[in-house]
């Protein structure tokens, strides 16, 4: 899985987030547009550390969800081709 898929996956995360769930202080959040968003917020003590580290091992965790995924489905796809008769070494 590459950096760029990896960071999609962030950004995504980071769309769905609903600002006023993780919003510390006063200052109103606009809706996040990519992770580079939910950064800043938190750079300008917006987002309290917790909250951070919260949607950071969020998206770890959904990281983690494809990667498995896509291991799966490549041990699906092996494992077809090893049980193909055509493949037997006779």
Known sequence: M???EKQNIFNQLS???CPE???QGQTPL???EDWE???IAFRYSNI???S???LIFEACDLVQQEQQRRIAESVKALRVTIL???NIIQ
Do not use: A, C, G
């Open 21 to 23: 769930t993780i919003r």
């Open 52 to 54: 951070v580290t919260k």
């Open 15 to 17: 769309q769905n987030i």
């Open 84 to 86: 193909n008769p055509e």
């Open 48 to 50: 309290s550390l917790q």
């Open 37 to 39: 968003d939910v950064l």
């Open 30 to 32: 606009d809706q996040f």
């Open 2 to 4: 590459s950096h760029t």
